[in-house]
């Protein structure tokens, strides 16, 4: 008995230890927020399932995902400019800061106005997609305001203050929650859509008020010795190769399910759906280690691959068993949805796990490139993986049917981390400068 506490109190004490580090401390904390959103994202579309009509959860959930869309490609990849640059920005750091918001803010006004005069001009009355012009206008201030309250999570991140981010989040989870069952019991239309929005209002805020007043000023007075100006061409070129990657990899992502949908029917696009979910999850807590890994290296860059390597140790022992054991249990974690989706999605699922390992050889990679400001490459390399996933799905699918787009993803992986491997293993053994 006596043996038991001590252990408990080592291990407490390594703990201590571990979360001292700031490396470690924000990775765990992107990644609380990872496993959070994802939960809450579970449990809100079976809330919504329950408490509103199906028509209704589809066009809400037509309208969030345009949002979101529309969201990520005006926001042109400045969030990940801010992880790149924010930590050794200096006296600089609020200036970039409010760049990163004007830019978002002009582009995403720009970007929802002309979505929703084509949702409201081009669109007939009793589409899922049309939108009346005061429904319009809110869908454009919801747009840029929930541009702005996920760029807080990219200022935090590169702020090295990751820990605010799952607390920030969580409450975001929770409110959403609330207000779609509130919403339920009153007249409002378009419940889902307002429930995803209106929690932003009530957040958005405090957060700024946090950041502004508090977090920037100490990051400030903490880099002053280290300041490194931002020079404006090298983020202008890093903006453009990031924001094309992304640009190559979205249209994929967002493509894939409409292109299950027409080659297989809309059966097949339904199996797909889970297996895609939790296959994006787990993509999710690889790009939230990283992102931690791209803030601090960029704090530390003589140390980098230090850094690196402790980050390679700890996906080895949480995202990689995590596939497998997702692996293993896809039969059982299928049948939650029913015998169909067991019968037609496992395989699937496997090898979406199967390829976890070779993505998170390409996400290393493209980390190190990050931290050069070669986004160039980074661009390159998305749009051969966007263009081979799409071309082998195409090419397959008559013969594998939806398995085509598991053994797609496999092939394309396994090939690009080969290429790329050589290039992780010297920057891991010597760093950025080999």
Known sequence: ???????????????????????FRNTYALMLNT???????????????????????????????????VSVLTQLNVGQALVRFLPRAGTGS??????????????????AGGVAAYCHLLRPEGDPLHMSWGFG??????????????????????????????????LYGVLKLVVLVAVAQTAVSDGVFTSWTLPVLGLIVPVALLIFRRLLPRHVAATREVEEPVDRRVLGRYMAGDYAGQVFSQASSSFLPVLVVALLGPASGAYFLPAQT?????????????????AEAARDPEHAHLH????????AVTVLPGALVLGLAA??????????????????????MASILPRV????????????????????????????????????????????????????????????????????????SS
């Open 137 to 170: 206008l809110w869908f454009v201030a919801s747009t840029v305001l929930w541009s702005l309250f996920t760029l807080q999570d990219s200022v935090l991140t590169g702020l090295r203050e990751s820990l605010w981010i799952p607390v920030e989040n969580g």
């Open 361 to 432: 050889v390409v996400s290393l990679f493209m980390t190190l490139n990050r931290l050069r400001n070669r986004t160039g490459v980074l661009a390159g390399l998305q749009l051969v993986q966007s263009a081979a996933l799409i071309g082998g799905v195409v090419a397959l699918y008559p013969t594998l049917g939806l398995d085509a787009v598991g053994w797609v993803t496999l092939g394309v992986e396994l090939v690009l981390a080969a290429v790329v491997a050589p290039s992780v293993v010297r920057w891991l053994r010597r760093g950025t």
């Open 1 to 23: 008995m006596t043996g038991a506490p001590a252990g408990v109190r080592g291990r407490l004490s390594g703990l201590r230890r571990e979360l001292s580090v700031p490396l």
């Open 35 to 69: 496993v959070l959103n994802s939960g809450f994202g579970l449990l809100y579309w079976v809330v919504a399932a329950r408490t509103y009509p199906e028509a209704e959860v589809g066009r809400g959930n037509a309208l969030t995902s345009l949002m979101l869309l």
């Open 331 to 352: 039969p059982w974690v299928l049948q939650l949805y029913g015998d169909a989706y067991r019968a037609n999605a496992t395989l699937l699922l496997q090898l979406f």
């Open 278 to 294: 939790v296959f994006v999850a787990i993509n999710l807590l690889t790009l939230s280690i990283t992102s931690s890994l791209v």
């Open 94 to 111: 609020q200036r970039l800061v409010l760049g990163a918001y004007g830019v978002s803010t002009a582009f995403g006004v720009l970007g």
């Open 308 to 315: 690196a390597r402790a980050v390679v140790r700890r996906i």
